[in-house]
């Protein structure tokens, strides 16, 4: 029980700790937050192991790379691998693919999105809440019970198997419920008389739409532009299935290539995911906290 | 003709010979846009209705020859000489499609363009299990024997060409082949075993000097497949009737020998790891120097050689896979490439016409030659300079003599599908042998009933 | 303004006309505005997916003239041992995966929810995993769980947790927990944001009145923290659901044919059998949406019963 009551009084102090430090002052050292880093740290550590272990299969040269058991620090240091990887004829075309594919389905997705998510968050209107439902339903669809009638359209009637558009089309599935989504959040914040004083000055509605509400919640629309691209990057099953070559496949079905029942290339794969990823790095790094902010955006507000 | 009307018609005819329509989709269009029927059919005629136009090379038929992946040049380098020469005194054009990586890619769109009934590829390399799956789909046209004498046919490999017939036709011509070996350490043991009790029984000795006895592919693929119909087959047992498939004759006191073996390797002189195992990750393992025996293709046996990234360069050499119980031989899976015509191409003669001269000794000796591949004609494998050249080759003829095709059947893509489910289950214990050959036999019988 | 004034009315007072109502709200330009994406939606996923069911009563759709062959197609998937074997698979790697990412999400969101030097930094390293393409991710870690090189494995092997020779992906149990594993590390960052920006909308005015009563921090989770977050833990937890129920990506790298997930068993049967295995292969999808219809239901009932209660 003593031990009890201490570790309560020990949280009280905490929380007093927490209150200061968002007032900006000093941080009080305790066995509590040194707790707190290691845990922090674990987490830390755990979540990026699986890139580090990656990254070093990808630079492993030769007899190292199969070795067994294997060595947690390279002795070799080799970039042969990143040399086949592009020199491979499937994978610097199958990037270039998921490049455009991404880039197109982002533009389009924020066309419409930003139309509806102006209509549901500024403009009271009837049905509204079924919009936004529906929007969200679709989200979270089986997808594969998607691809099987979008084979059989795309390869008979309506024959656009292995093109750009074969996966743009669905692929605004994956991101037009989320960029709707974030954006109504985004657009909700704005305070009503800002609009409405250009309202009054006759402005249209469409007019404000794209002179004042866009630009001012640009790190919004921004946000949901980066998540509507990695949503797209990432796809797999519509590559797998609405695709057939370079064509236009897209780098996750091309670095699948790597390891087939008939090639395994552990180093070579390894580098491809190094490749695939570290864009992605990079947009995390650089954007965490839009991306965070567009991410929680809906599921606190509701 | 008003001009709407002839872009409309230009864009569909260009579609068509891109082979992005169908001749039906192409009348139909052609009627819509306000084209009599009469008219449509005979723009129809002077379109040729062959989906590729090479164009400016001025022959009379353009065909299109989809491949296998080849990265030596050989198989343009033949479709050059067919142009120059037989190709240039028929009016015949040949364009070669270089193939995808992985052989399922080619599948898929092999698939696609039939079921559309396209004929963009008018020749098609199909890999063995599949000329008489998609001759029962009608997909491609039979080799007539007037085409192709039997006579003639005797002097390529019987494994292939049995593979390529069902029902008394051929479906494809055999141009190359590709068959399992047992590779074993040189340094390790004396003289690769004769028979699968051997194997076992050495690779259990001997394993402590590698790590494990025996690698092989045990993972639910296609691969177990040819893994355990080589060691049926070596046992004296089939899946299928040869004579009459559909009879299953896969529930069999051979069978059950040769399955309780398999099961007793995994764990025993295989790692238990080996039911993940594909042909590369085997060789993974081999190469690195962990194996005494490997069950694999021929193309394990250059990159083995390659001290670059091979710990067992030069240490190994390949053998005839062993036999049991009271058979004398040992049998091969077959794998390999096979050329069929596409039946929605209208120039018949003439694929065949580019069919039988890769057939002829010349083509054949070329590809062995140039790009070390094991072709189907039998007397390639006598000819000094194509030995000289790959000395593996002369070990190769009396395995691939002896080689046995996989269960020929126009349903291969199920009955595949069962055999490995059901060895893969006996292999991880889940049902014991018995029980796995009495359910694939169950399942084969309602799979291939006529 | 109007509108308002109109909503505030009694009912029976006013009782426009649609039209009259749709002319009171925002006029027809916001249908004009959703019309787009409305469209979109309905051909590009409803349409799909109705379409499917559609085939789902053909013998092949692939065909010039199906024929139509009832509820064959399903009885047929039905009857498959490996698609039984599958839907428990999927199942059990559901229940599994969403509990304890949100179990982890929420011990790092009370980890972080709280500044310190090199917060965001923290925020961006667990959200790395997230942004990772699935399938990419599914083959990163199969290089972990490799039999001869993989990290894993030999640690596993050293704990004697595996026998010798053997891989975590070599059996079914382990290809659900190797999913598992892989699953959790690419989606609790995402888990622990949702949760993290539940606890912070919470009052820290509740806190402050329950620790002058001099409870315990557990009391204090348990009392305030985990009904307040209730509300969100749910709507995650269905969305979390319904993404585990359609898994594909992980199963068909580490299951691959042995061992499938509902949806990469569909995905086997409509691409790489038979043309006749294509229909029952669409039956099967069918079938995981059956599946998320009735996890959808569960949910609604269990967050109808929450607000109730409150």
Redesign the interface.
């Known amino acids: 029980m003593a031990i009890g009551a201490h570790s309560s009084l020990k949280v009280r102090d905490t929380d007093h700790a927490r209150r200061r430090s968002r007032s900006g002052e000093e941080h009080t050292w305790s066995w509590g937050t040194f707790g707190r880093y290691i845990a922090v740290a674990l987490v830390v550590v755990v979540a990026l192991a699986p890139l580090y272990w990656t990254f070093i299969t990808s630079v492993k040269s030769g007899v190292e790379l199969n070795a067994s058991p294997p060595t947690l620090f390279p002795t070799s240091f080799d970039l042969s691998n990143y040399v086949l990887v592009f020199s491979s004829s499937f994978f610097l075309p199958t990037l270039r693919n998921s490049a455009i594919i991404s880039a197109v389905t982002t533009v389009l997705a924020l066309l419409f999105g930003v139309l509806s998510a102006y209509a549901i968050a500024r403009i009271d209107f009837l049905g509204k809440s079924a919009v936004l439902s529906s929007v969200l339903a679709v989200n979270m669809f089986p997808f594969i019970a998607m691809v099987g009638p979008l084979f059989v359209l795309f390869t008979g009637p309506f024959y656009i198997y292995n093109t750009y558009l074969a996966l743009i089309i669905p692929d605004l599935v994956l991101t037009l419920p989320l960029t709707i989504w974030f954006l109504t959040s985004f657009f909700r914040d704005l305070p009503a008389d800002l609009e409405e004083s250009a309202r009054v000055d006759g402005a249209s509605r469409l007019y404000t739409l794209w002179k004042i509400i866009v630009p001012l919640t640009a790190p919004g629309v921004f946000a949901a532009a980066i998540l509507s691209f990695i949503a797209v990057w990432n796809d797999f099953l519509f590559g797998l299935t609405l695709t057939s070559d370079e064509q236009a496949q897209p780098v996750t079905v091309g670095i699948t290539r790597f390891n087939s029942e008939h090639v395994v290339a552990y180093g070579q794969l390894a580098a491809a995911a190094i490749v695939v990823t570290i864009p992605l790095v990079i947009l995390v790094l650089l954007f965490q906290r839009r991306i965070v902010s567009g991410l929680t955006a809906g599921a606190v507000k509701g | 003709m008003i001009t709407e009307q002839r872009e409309a018609l230009d864009e569909i005819i260009r579609k068509m010979r891109s082979g ?2 169908t001749r039906r989709h192409f009348l139909e269009r052609a009627v819509t846009i306000g084209l009599s029927g009469s008219a449509a059919v005979s723009l129809l005629e002077a379109c040729g209705g062959s989906s590729n136009s090479t164009g400016g090379n001025g022959a009379a038929t353009n065909l299109v020859w989809q491949s296998e992946q080849e990265a030596t040049g050989t198989y343009q380098a033949l479709t050059n000489t067919f142009n120059q020469t037989i190709g240039h005194k028929q009016g015949i054009h040949v364009t070669w499609n270089q193939g ?6 080619m599948i ?2 092999y ?2 363009m039939l ?2 009934r396209n004929n963009s590829i008018d020749i098609l390399s199909i890999d063995i299990t599949y000329p008489v ?1 998609f001759a029962a ?1 009608n997909w491609i046209n039979a080799i007539s024997d007037r085409q192709w004498p039997v006579s003639e046919r005797a002097k390529y490999l019987p494994g292939p060409v049995q593979g390529c017939t069902y029902q008394g036709k051929i479906w494809a011509a055999p141009f190359r082949t590709d068959i399992g070996l047992l590779y074993y350490r040189k340094d390790l043991v004396s003289r690769p075993p004769a028979t699968w009790d051997e194997l076992t029984s050495v690779g259990q000795s001997t394993q402590a000097r590698a ?2 006895g025996y690698v092989w592919q045990g ?5 177990l497949v040819c893994n355990f119909i080589e060691v049926l087959h070596g046992y004296g047992g089939q899946v299928l009737d040869p004579h009459d498939p559909t009879k299953v004759v896969v529930n069999t006191p051979q069978a059950q020998m040769a399955l309780a073996k398999m099961v007793s390797w995994v ?1 025993g002189i ?4 080996v ?2 195992y ?4 085997s ?3 081999w ?2 120097g ?1 194996a005494v025996f490997m069950r694999n293709w021929p ?1 394990a046996y250059t990159l083995g050689n390659d001290p ?2 091979s ?1 067992i360069a030069g240490k190994f050499a390949v053998a005839a896979l062993p036999y049991g119980g009271n058979n004398t031989v040992g049998h091969s899976a077959i794998g390999g490439w096979n050329l069929a015509m596409n039946s929605y191409s209208p120039h018949t003669a003439q694929n065949w016409e580019f069919i039988r001269y890769m057939l002829q000794p010349a083509a054949q000796r070329q590809t062995a030659i140039a790009a070390s591949l094991a072709v189907t004609l039998q007397s390639v494998y006598d000819d000094p300079e194509v030995l000289s050249k790959n000395p593996l080759f002369k070990q190769l003829k009396p395995i691939l003599q002896n080689a046995l095709p996989r269960p020929v059947s126009p ?1 291969y ?2 009955v595949s ?1 069962s055999i ?2 059901h060895i ?1 289950q006996a292999l ?1 214990k889940q049902i014991s042998v018995n029980d796995a050959l009495s359910s694939l036999d169950t399942d084969l019988k309602r799979i291939v009933a006529p | 303004m109007t509108a308002q004034v109109a909503e505030s009315l009694p009912q029976e007072v006013t009782k426009p006309s649609l039209r009259e109502r749709i002319r009171m709200h925002g006029g027809y330009l916001p249908y004009l505005l959703v019309l787009p994406t409305m469209l979109l939606i309905l051909v590009i996923a409803i349409y799909p997916m109705l379409d499917s069911l559609r085939i789902s009563l053909l013998n092949n759709p692939l065909l010039s003239q199906p024929s139509f062959v009832g509820l064959r197609n399903y009885t047929r998937v039905l009857s498959d041992p490996v698609f039984i074997t599958a839907i428990g698979t999927t199942i059990f790697f559901m229940l599994i995966s969403v509990v304890l990412e949100t179990m982890l999400g929420l011990g790092i969101a009370l980890l972080i929810n709280k500044t310190f030097p090199g917060r965001g930094l923290v925020r961006a390293a667990i959200l790395v995993p997230w942004a990772f393409p699935t399938v990419v991710s599914a083959q990163m870690w199969l290089l972990m769980y490799n039999d001869q090189t993989g990290i894993i494995t030999y640690i596993l092997q050293s704990m004697h947790l595996l026998s010798a020779g053997d891989t975590l992906i070599g059996s079914r149990i382990g290809v659900i927990i190797a999913s598992i594993i892989t699953d959790t590390w690419k989606t609790t960052p995402f888990m622990a944001l949702l949760i993290l920006a539940g606890l912070q909308v919470i009052p820290t005015e509740l806190y402050e009145a329950a620790s002058v009563d001099g409870t315990s921090r557990w009391q204090r989770f348990i009392r305030i923290t985990l009904p307040m977050l209730k509300g969100p833990l749910l709507i995650a937890l269905l969305f979390r659901s319904l993404d585990a129920i359609r898994v594909f990506d992980l199963f068909y790298v580490f299951g691959q044919r042995s061992v499938p997930s509902i949806a990469s068993y569909a995905n086997f049967k409509m691409f790489a059998g038979t043309a006749e295995d294509f229909a029952p292969g669409v039956a099967a999808t069918v079938i995981v949406f059956l599946f998320g219809i009735v996890i959808s239901l569960v949910f609604l009932f269990l967050m109808r019963e929450s607000t109730s209660r409150n």
């Open positions: 992005r329509i995808p990586a992985a052989a399922n890619d898929i769109k698939t696609n079921r559309a799956q789909s790590k494990y993972a639910q693929y296609e691969g764990g295989s790692p238990e790891a039911t993940t594909m042909e590369d990750s060789r993974l393992v190469q690195n962990n193309y670059s990234q710990k349903r893509s199920d599908d490995q489910q893969y991880k």
